[in-house]
C-alpha cells in the first residue's frame, strides 16, 4: 500500500478527478467539485514535474480542495438562497391568513376545510360549527390551525 502512495502517477489523479467530478454531477450539490478539481490540478503539475514527491502532491491536493470548496460555496450558496417567492415550496405557510369556511364542523379540535382543490384538517382551540368562516393562523405538519373569524376581529379590537 505504501509503494502505492509513493509511485502516484499523474492519470491516478486524472482518474480520481474524473471519478470525483462524475459523482458530483450526479447531485451532491458542489460537495465534492473541490476534490474532482484539485485532484485534476495535481494530475496537471504532475504530468509538467514529474519527479514531484508524494507528499506535496497531497499538500497541493488538501490546499486546492479546501480552496475550491470554499470559493464555491462562497460564490454560489448566495445565488441558491436568493428568491422572489421565498414559499414557493411551502404551499402549509402560503395558506396563512386565508379565510374559508369550515366543510365540516370542528369536534375534538378537529374539522375539514376546502381550499382551492384540496381538502384540509383544521385544528382549532374550540368547537366551531359547519359553515363557520376561519382564518388560517398557522400549521402543525399538514394540518392547518385555524380560529374563527370573529374571534380574529374581537382580538384586534382590544
Known sequence: MI??????QAWHWLTLGIF??????????????????ASLVVASVLALVP??????????FAVLSVVVTLVYWKRFRRFNEKTEQPLLNSRVQRLIGRKVPLLTPITNGRGKVQIEDALWTVSA?????????VVVTGAEGMTLLVEAVETVADESST
Open 20 to 37: 470525483v467530478l462524475i459523482l458530483e454531477l450526479l447531485g451532491a450539490g458542489g460537495f465534492l467539485l473541490g476534490i474532482g478539481i
Open 3 to 8: 509503494d502505492f502512495f509513493l509511485n502516484l
Open 51 to 60: 519527479g514531484l514527491g508524494w507528499h506535496w502532491q497531497f499538500v497541493i
Open 125 to 133: 382551540t374550540r368547537e366551531l360549527a359547519q359553515g363557520t368562516a
